[in-house]
């Protein structure tokens, strides 16, 4: 078949992005896949076909508790983050006016900084000689530093959020950008006070925002290796630590594919549910 002029245009206008695509998302994905398949025999990989590391992956306790702690952090995370982010996307989105754009570009300030140096700075915040625990004990409130601020669960998640609320926050605020203020105006009319116009109109119309937030933050934490390892101790480790350790100390990097599939596969289909039913939701303005 003969492709018109217009279909050839096109596929040299994409051609570029698509090889870019192939070498640099599709070829390393197809990789890992492939190493999971294999084994690991001391210095040389075995290319024999087995599904002996996701058995291990998958039975194994320790794997199974950090991939589900993992899961649980990242939906907290996810939840803190959405939760505090649209009451801000929607002040500046609704009640701000003039220099909007200063706004946004004070969200933006947490960019400037490098992510490793923001980490840090959280230790010092919650550390047992921190700031809140000066600041605590200065005041009086306790007499001696409190010790569950880090190196816990606790302090990945308050990280995480910090750290990834400025991306919560845009596509949300982008959303209710879009929104017909003319659409509250009516539902004003007809009688609908405040609350109801926004869970009729508002949250609805703003959805495709709040599911872009949500797996903007979702995915990313699930994979997040960094902050476990400089503010979470050994009760917050991930699963990314344990691949990063397959793949160097242990000299496994099979065992370690498997469990980046298998964490890949339940954040997909995760994603997904979350897709849908935002969508569902989302289209519902009554």
């Known amino acids: 078949m003969i492709l018109s002029r217009e279909a050839r245009q096109g596929l040299t206008l994409i051609s570029p992005t698509l090889v870019y695509a192939l070498l640099l998302l599709a070829a390393p994905l197809l990789t890992v896949v492939t190493f999971s398949f294999w084994t ?5 990989i075995d290319t024999t076909i087995t599904l002996n590391n996701y058995r291990e992956a998958w039975t194994q306790p320790i794997y199974r508790t950090l ?14 983050t959405v939760v505090l ?3 801000i996307a929607y002040y500046l989105s609704f009640h701000v006016t003039r220099r909007k754009a200063l706004w946004l570009f004070l969200i933006t300030i947490p960019f400037w900084t490098s992510y490793l140096l923001r980490v840090f700075l959280w230790k010092v915040i919650l550390g047992y000689n921190g700031v ?10 306790i007499d001696e530093p409190l010790t569950f601020l880090l190196y816990n669960v606790n302090a990945v998640v308050i990280t995480l959020a910090h750290a990834w609320a400025p ?9 209710l950008e879009k929104i ?4 509250l105006e ?3 009319d007809l009688g609908d006070g405040a609350v109801r116009r926004f869970f009729r109109v508002t949250l609805p119309l703003a959805m495709p925002g709040v599911i872009a937030s949500t797996l903007i933050v979702l995915i990313p934490t699930v994979g997040d290796f960094v902050t476990p390892r400089l503010v979470g101790g050994t009760d917050g480790l991930m699963i990314s630590n344990m691949i990063q350790i397959q793949f160097g100390k242990a000299n496994n990097a099979p065992l370690g594919a498997a469990l980046a599939v298998s964490s890949m596969v339940i954040v997909s289909s995760i994603s997904l549910v979350i897709f849908l039913v935002g969508k569902k ?3 519902r303005v009554q």
Do not use: C, H, K, M
Request: net charge negative.
């Open 40 to 44: 690991q025999d001391y210095l040389d």
């Open 132 to 141: 809140l625990n000066s600041a605590l004990t200065g005041l009086g409130i």
């Open 180 to 183: 017909d203020r003319s659409l």
């Open 186 to 188: 009516a539902a004003e």
């Open 167 to 175: 991306f919560a926050i845009l596509p949300i605020f982008v959303a």
């Open 281 to 283: 939701f989302g289209g």
């Open 85 to 87: 982010a649209f009451p």
């Open 67 to 80: 991939i589900f702690r993992s899961l649980w952090v990242s939906l907290v995370v996810t939840l803190v």
